[in-house]
């Protein structure tokens, strides 16, 4: 094993990989020390939706950002991220929902999105298997340049191309300490053995919290167990994702023709349980059958769990932490850190370069939750 790195990045989901990545382009050694395989945590387990709808303005720029790299990523990585670009449809049900929906366009709009309020009868120009009676909505937005990337083939395309630059995964190996000297950070244990570094990145999902006790530092993270299905192949009959805050659903389909798709389970089970249940089968079932009724004839493949690592404000904590020179947060994404991670990893690794962020990140620092300075996401799902 490796004795020293420029850094070292705790975590090979997508997040750790696309870091490793974008830092080995500006010729900084990155180390990726994972316990697992590759994506083994929520990125290979997740919807892997690609969404620049948001209602909070840092949410919607990363998102807008990323969708630009996503665009490009197969040609400058060299190989296929799977990325289909079918929309976002998001039901509007009352005149909450409007109001707030046309507050978060017009939010979008100011940053360049494309995206559009749909009356009522013009949801199925857009997916015709839906009952607009049966999801009780009144309209949508729709944004067309959403979609959704294959999030093994993506995690592995930055993985393979940040270790043609140079880059080191380690993957089967797990960060057990993270050494410190006063404010700085000295080294990062292993099963495998030490590597002295004076940067540690905490990319480590759901296990965040964990990794940043190593260090002295409290996490307000929380895991969440999450479940989402997978069914059977049908005919090809829509492109965008379906998705509803009010009823925590999201569904698409996918190239081959499957429904995948979650919705918050009837218990909320946070901790590290990974059973899935009959309870969010049946909630999932139903509610799915009543947005689309002609899903009834089809057969449920696969049911499964991760997990989302959720802060207080659903907004992704990143950035250096104050007190401890070199340890870099890029976790909390609470149900998102997918469609953002080409954008964070960009802005991380200039962060760590010591160059000016291309956005400005200030406003994600852990320390928000300390001062209380800080607003919630509205548009969660799942
Ligand atoms: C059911 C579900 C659906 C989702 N749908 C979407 C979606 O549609 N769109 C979207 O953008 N996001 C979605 N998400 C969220 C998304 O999956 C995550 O935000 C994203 O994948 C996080 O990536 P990551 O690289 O930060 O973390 P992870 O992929 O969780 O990777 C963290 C890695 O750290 C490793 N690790 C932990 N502890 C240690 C240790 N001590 N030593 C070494 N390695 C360690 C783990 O093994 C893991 O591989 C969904 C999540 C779930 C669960």
Same mark, same amino acid.
């Given at each position: 094993?490796?004795?020293? !790195?420029?850094?070292?990045?705790?975590?090979?989901?997508?997040?750790?990989?696309?870091?490793?990545?974008? &830092?080995?382009?500006?010729?900084?050694?990155?180390?990726?020390?994972?316990?697992?395989?590759?994506?083994?945590?929520?990125?290979?387990?997740?919807?892997?939706?690609?969404?620049?709808?948001?209602?909070?303005?840092?949410?919607?720029?990363?998102?807008?950002?990323?969708?630009?790299?996503?665009?490009?990523?197969?040609?400058?990585?060299?190989?296929?991220? /799977?990325?289909?670009?079918?929309?976002?449809?998001?039901? =509007?049900?009352?005149?909450?929902? %409007?109001?707030?929906?046309?507050?978060?366009?017009?939010?979008?709009?100011?940053?360049?999105?494309?995206?559009?309020?749909?009356?009522?009868?013009?949801?199925?120009?857009?997916?015709? =298997?839906?009952?607009?009676?049966?999801?009780?909505?009144?309209?949508? *937005?729709? #944004?067309?340049?959403?979609?959704?990337?294959?999030?093994?083939?993506?995690?592995?395309?930055?993985?393979?191309?940040? %270790?043609?630059?140079?880059?080191?995964?380690?993957?089967?190996?797990?960060?057990?300490?993270?050494?410190?000297?006063?404010?700085?950070?000295?080294? $990062?244990?292993?099963?495998?053995?030490?590597?002295?570094?004076?940067?540690?990145?905490?990319?480590?999902?759901?296990?965040?919290?964990?990794?940043?006790?190593? !260090?002295?530092?409290?996490?307000?993270?929380?895991?969440?167990?999450?479940?989402?299905?997978? *069914? +059977?192949?049908?005919?090809? =009959?829509?492109?965008?994702? $379906?998705?509803?805050?009010?009823?925590?659903?999201?569904?698409?389909?996918?190239?081959?023709?499957? =429904? &995948?798709? /979650?919705?918050?389970?009837?218990?909320?089970? *946070?901790?590290?349980?990974? +059973?899935?249940?009959?309870?969010?089968?049946?909630?999932?079932?139903? *509610?799915?059958?009543?947005?689309?009724?002609?899903?009834?004839?089809?057969?449920?493949?696969?049911?499964?769990?991760?997990?989302?690592?959720?802060?207080?404000?659903?907004?992704?904590?990143?950035?250096?932490?104050? /007190? &401890? @020179?070199?340890?870099?947060? #890029?976790?909390?994404?609470?149900?998102?850190?997918?469609?953002?991670?080409?954008?964070? !990893?960009?802005?991380? !690794?200039?962060?760590?370069?010591?160059? @000016?962020?291309?956005?400005?990140?200030?406003?994600?620092? &852990?320390?928000?939750?300390?001062?209380?300075?800080?607003?919630?996401?509205?548009?969660?799902?799942?």
């Amino acid at each position: 094993m490796i004795e020293k !790195a420029d850094v070292v990045i705790v975590g090979g989901g997508v997040n750790g990989c696309a870091l490793a990545y974008e &830092l080995s382009l500006k010729g900084i050694k990155a180390v990726v020390v994972e316990r697992k395989h590759l994506a083994s945590g929520a990125t290979g387990r997740c919807g892997a939706g690609i969404r620049q709808q948001w209602s909070s303005r840092e949410n919607a720029a990363l998102a807008i950002e990323s969708v630009r790299i996503f665009e490009r990523l197969e040609e400058e990585l060299g190989s296929s991220i /799977g990325l289909r670009q079918g929309g976002y449809l998001i039901a =509007i049900h009352d005149e909450k929902d %409007m109001e707030q929906a046309e507050k978060n366009v017009e939010m979008q709009r100011s940053l360049g999105l494309d995206v559009s309020i749909l009356e009522a009868d013009e949801i199925n120009d857009i997916v015709p =298997i839906l009952d607009i009676e049966g999801m009780k909505a009144i309209g949508a *937005t729709f #944004c067309p340049t959403d979609g959704h990337a294959d999030p093994f083939k993506t995690t592995y395309a930055y993985a393979n191309a940040a %270790m043609r630059n140079g880059a080191e995964i380690y993957r089967f190996t797990e960060v057990q300490d993270i050494v410190t000297d006063g404010e700085e950070i000295k080294a $990062v244990r292993t099963n495998r053995g030490t590597i002295k570094t004076g940067v540690v990145v905490n990319a480590a999902g759901a296990w965040s919290k964990k990794i940043a006790e190593m !260090a002295g530092i409290e996490l307000p993270n929380v895991p969440y167990k999450k479940e989402i299905i997978v *069914t +059977e192949r049908m005919t090809r =009959i829509f492109d965008a994702m $379906v998705i509803s805050f009010r009823d925590g659903i999201y569904f698409s389909q996918q190239d081959e023709g499957q =429904i &995948l798709g /979650g919705i918050p389970p009837p218990e909320t089970v *946070t901790g590290y349980k990974t +059973e899935p249940t009959l309870s969010f089968l049946e909630h999932m079932s139903s *509610t799915l059958t009543r947005y689309a009724p002609v899903l009834k004839h089809i057969n449920v493949l696969r049911q499964w769990t991760g997990f989302y690592d959720v802060t207080p404000d659903a907004l992704p904590i990143l950035g250096e932490v104050k /007190g &401890l @020179k070199g340890f870099i947060q #890029c976790n909390g994404f609470s149900g998102h850190g997918f469609m953002l991670s080409p954008m964070v !990893a960009k802005l991380l !690794a200039q962060l760590i370069a010591g160059e @000016k962020t291309s956005l400005p990140i200030g406003r994600l620092n &852990l320390e928000r939750f300390e001062k209380m300075d800080f607003e919630k996401e509205k548009s969660v799902v799942g």
